[in-house]
């Protein structure tokens, strides 16, 4: 794991789920997914958009790379999760399925993305036709 998501996830825990470094706020989660190589169990903060339902969607962007990040590949091959999520006493545990979404409904996912921050606007470009995938995370 890189120092940055190691800071990170420090901070996040440290402030009950509320991560200032790079205006993250409350909508990081810390994802907690099985590695599809290793089978070990791996932890990456990412920006998580809470869903009227009460689901979240990720975007698996790695930053506008050229591939996607591993939790992504994991997710695939085991789309049965976890979560540390900010609640209301602090960080919270939830389990959650991952749902690879497609189509328009990728596409609409990808707009609350792209409306959220400029960054992501700018990972779209920088993946150079790369369809960055969006994931819904439901709990089990």
Same mark, same amino acid.
């Given at each position: 794991?890189?120092d940055f998501n ?14 200032s ?6 909508d990081l ?9 290793s089978g070990?169990?791996r932890?990456s903060?990412v =920006?998580? =958009?809470? !869903?009227?339902?009460?689901?979240w ?12 990040p591993?939790?992504y590949?994991n997710l695939v091959?085991t789309?049965?999760?976890s979560l540390?999520?900010p609640?209301?006493?602090? /960080?919270e545990?939830?389990?959650?399925v991952?749902e /690879? =979404? ?7 996912a990808?707009a !609350?993305?792209?409306?959220?921050s400029?960054g992501?606007? !700018?990972?779209?470009e920088?993946?150079?036709g790369r369809?960055i995938?969006v994931v819904r995370l439901?709990r089990?």
């Open positions: 794991m890189s190691t800071r990170i996830i420090e901070e996040f825990r440290a402030n009950g789920g509320t991560v470094t790079a205006g993250f706020g409350s989660v810390i994802l907690h997914s099985v590695g599809a190589k070990a169990v932890e903060p =920006l998580a =958009l809470r !869903q009227p339902d009460g689901s969607f990720i975007a698996a962007s790695k930053a506008g790379a050229p591939d996607n591993a939790w590949h091959h789309p049965e999760a540390e999520v609640g209301d006493t602090g /960080v545990r939830v389990d959650v991952a /690879v =979404l497609a189509g328009a409904e990728r596409d609409a990808w !609350q993305f792209t409306e959220r400029e992501f606007r !700018q990972y779209e920088r993946a150079a369809v995938p439901t089990r």
